[in-house]
């Protein structure tokens, strides 16, 4: 087992040193994540899309590439580098930005909104949800994804190998139980359209063999709000 340093990453340290080997270092949540927070996306074409930590652009290239006008949104400047390459040939607006901070945009401007395994690392959650609730258009869509509540419960982090050292990294993470997660929708008037964890098949072991120890437990959490219609 590889050794894991005791102290926490801050948020933009933390990804900075992961951008470089992201999108191809095993991680067997997000090959659980992706596939079920893009089942939430609905149709895209000309939909105005907001994708809040937009990370190495991962979601950011798949709304694009299905017609949305795409603003993503991130922190980390390392991040956003690997995402405009990946998102290159697509037309999206990149903006460097701090969460929960106010989002720069004025009210009911989103058709939908994604945030995909960044919740956790947000510390005033209910300050964060009010904020995309008033960018959402009326009826409007929000798909969230976390590192799941019995993993953040037991200690675990968003956490990665350092390439440059092979020692393991931690980022900063909170822990919130579901439910505190669906109440900090509610008091956002959010509506729950549904929600789903994200348990390990023994399939996915086979050739992520970071899924191992996880085989019948649940890695992920995704959720999707949507907002009041007129």
Not at 47 to 65: N, P, Q
Not at 86 to 92: L, S
Not at 98 to 112: E, N
Request: aromatic letters at 6%; one cysteine or more; hydrophobic letters at 45%.
């Amino acid at each position: 087992m590889r050794q894991e340093l005791p102290e926490e990453l801050s948020i933009q340290a933390g990804y900075a040193a992961w951008a470089s080997c992201y999108d191809d270092d095993g991680n067997p949540l997000i090959a659980m994540e992706e596939p079920v927070v893009r089942s939430w996306f609905g149709p895209l074409r000309g939909a105005r899309v907001l994708d809040l930590g937009c990370g190495t652009g991962r979601h950011t290239w798949a709304l694009a590439d299905a017609g949305a006008k795409v603003w993503a949104l991130d922190l980390t400047l390392e991040m956003i580098a690997k995402a405009r390459v990946k998102c290159d040939g697509h037309e999206v607006c990149w903006v460097r930005h701090a969460l929960p901070r106010a989002l720069p945009f004025p009210a009911s401007t989103f058709d939908v909104v994604v945030l995909g395994l960044v919740v956790e690392h947000i510390a005033d959650l209910p300050r964060l949800l009010a904020e995309l609730a008033r960018v959402m258009k009326p009826g409007g869509r929000c798909i969230v994804s976390a590192l799941h509540p019995d993993r953040t419960g037991e200690g675990q982090r968003a956490r990665f190998i350092d390439p440059e050292t092979g020692l393991r990294r931690a980022i900063t993470t909170f822990h919130r139980t579901i439910e505190q997660y669906l109440q900090a929708g509610r008091e956002a008037g959010l509506l729950l359209e549904g929600e789903q964890s994200l348990i390990v098949p023994p399939e996915l072991a086979e050739h992520l063999p970071r899924a191992i120890p996880y085989v019948g437990q649940a890695l992920g959490w995704v959720a999707c709000w949507s907002t009041p219609p007129i």
